[in-house]
């Protein structure tokens, strides 16, 4: 028998894998429109949700007193989705993951204008080596002036405003309820797009990877947050940073992407700012926020 700590670690391990796989299959599918992918991706992430909601409400799951927060909180998360996607399609794939790294950093910096937390030494420090790491990772953008290592940290930006919706949302509305709603609202406006005239119509190999990123995408939150839930946040969050490993094994197997030790060393730096951070958060006893979506 596991102890419910070894069964969040577990949890854990398969959020990250799940994860890995969908920036794999997002990386792949870089022929298809944005909106198409996004459209896919939350549509058929739809599946899994369903099976979490409590069997007394499958009639009144989706009645809320809060849509405006929910509309806010979708709208943000599809941005800084759309975001991670193009950085996916563009970047190498360790570089991207580097920086996502650095969402808490947005959402300690956020929490001061939007929460007014006081925030002391320790965590400002944090804040300030997380955003060195990230300037190392980010330098191709100065000196080759590839632009698109801007869009990790608009990911990361728009995430801090997704934690501060959600930490405001979890007070009233179950986990489920929050994800219907970010699944539905995200595919409304990948669908939207079709109107563009440029989507594709994917071949049989094509559609089944985008059913893997879809279920993967899904199925890696419900599994991070079912972590939390067993498991010691302490214990269970360094894992999360396996996927920096998954990224430059996979990178260069399919990619031939090889990281340069100047982002190793930035991922580093982000890495231990954003543990701080945690360390320092899960001291005052504060909400964990997923990093992803």
């Known amino acids: 028998m596991l102890t419910k700590n070894q069964i969040g670690v577990l949890y854990m391990v398969g959020s990250v894998v799940c994860f890995s796989i969908m920036d794999i299959c997002v990386k792949w599918l870089d022929y298809y429109p944005v909106g198409q992918v ?10 899994p949700i369903f099976f979490i909601i409590p069997r007394d409400k499958l009639l009144s799951f ?21 975001a991670l996607f193009i950085g996916l399609r563009e970047l190498p794939l360790a570089d991207v993951v580097s920086l996502t790294f650095g969402g808490p ?23 300030f080596l997380g955003f060195i790491g990230m300037l190392l990772i980010v330098q191709p953008a100065f000196i080759d002036l590839n632009f698109y290592y801007i869009t990790p940290i608009v990911f990361c930006i728009f995430f801090a405003c997704v934690a501060i919706s959600v930490r405001s949302l979890s ?29 594709v119509l994917p071949n049989k190999i094509d559609l089944i990877i985008f059913m893997i990123m879809g279920l993967c995408g899904s199925v890696a939150n ?6 939390y839930r ?26 031939s992407e ?9 991922a580093l730096l982000v890495i231990t700012s954003s543990l ?18």
């Open 38 to 47: 996004l459209f896919l991706r939350f549509f058929i992430g739809f599946i």
């Open 62 to 82: 989706y009645k809320t007193s809060r849509p405006g927060l929910h509309a806010f909180r979708a709208f943000t998360g599809a941005a800084a989705i759309i």
């Open 105 to 127: 950093i947005f959402v300690t910096v956020a929490s001061i204008f939007f929460l007014s937390e006081k925030v002391g030494i320790k965590r400002w420090s944090a804040v």
């Open 171 to 199: 007070r009233t509305e179950p986990n489920y309820r929050i994800a219907f709603y970010f699944t539905f609202l995200c595919s409304i406006l990948g669908i939207a797009t079709i109107f563009k005239g440029d989507w």
């Open 222 to 227: 419900l599994l991070l947050t079912q972590s």
């Open 230 to 255: 067993l498991a010691e946040a302490s214990l269970v969050t360094p894992i999360k940073y396996l996927s920096l490993i998954f990224a430059i094994v996979f990178g260069f197997l399919i990619w």
């Open 258 to 266: 090889i990281p340069k030790l100047l982002t190793l060393f930035g």
């Open 276 to 293: 701080i951070i945690f360390m320092r958060e899960n001291k005052l006893k504060k909400q964990i926020i997923n990093p992803r979506a």
